[in-house]
């Protein structure tokens, strides 16, 4: 039973209903979290919870347990003028912004068109609405340092690396 506070190193493969690719971390160059802090989908999460060094497992995570339901609401435009003058806006740049002065979700955003002086944006995660299937392997587990803790997520194995 892995508990908050640890930090777990996983390889996974994850893909999507077609069986296509959608990311990969291998052994040689795992994937490291710390548990407990929300910064990995709650469905994979809670099926690693329950794994033991060494194990590999199969897990498959719904859009409501992975990167939530497709919102439409989260599509709109903005005029361009909600942007600083001098950004140089192109498809496909992304932006953090909360929707309302009382959600600090610092939802991310990506620019998916210009037209002339509107702007549409999308705060939808690519990987919402969709079922994921992990193939995952546990590596290690460890105690968290202080300042992981202090940070609320994971170091790399160089210590400090943001
Ligand atoms: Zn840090």
């Known amino acids: 039973m892995i508990t908050k506070g640890k930090v777990v190193s996983l390889a996974y493969r994850l893909t999507n209903d077609q069986g296509e690719e959608l990311d990969r971390s291998d052994k040689a ?5 710390l548990h407990g802090s929300n910064q990995i989908i709650p469905g994979l ?4 919870e329950k794994m033991n060094i060494g194990d590999k497992k199969q897990v498959t995570v719904s859009a409501k347990e992975g990167y939530g339901e497709h919102d439409p609401k989260l599509k709109f435009s903005l005029d361009r003028s909600n942007f600083p003058k001098d950004a140089e806006l192109e498809v496909g740049m992304q ?9 600090d979700d610092g939802r991310v955003f990506t620019i998916e068109a210009i037209k002339g002086d509107k702007v549409d944006v ?16 546990l590596l290690s587990v460890r105690d968290a340092t202080k300042d992981e803790i202090q940070h609320n997520h994971a170091h790399g194995e160089n210590g400090h690396d943001h």
Do not use: C, R
Not at 29 to 33: G, I, K, L
Not at 45 to 48: F, K, L, N, P, W
Not at 97 to 103: G, P, R, V
Not at 122 to 137: A, Y
């Open 45 to 48: 999460e809670s099926a690693v």
């Open 95 to 103: 932006f953090e912004a909360n929707l309302s002065d009382e959600e």
């Open 122 to 137: 999308n705060g939808n995660h690519p990987l919402s609405g969709m079922t994921l299937h992990f193939d995952v392997e």
């Open 29 to 33: 160059d795992p994937f490291s979290y």
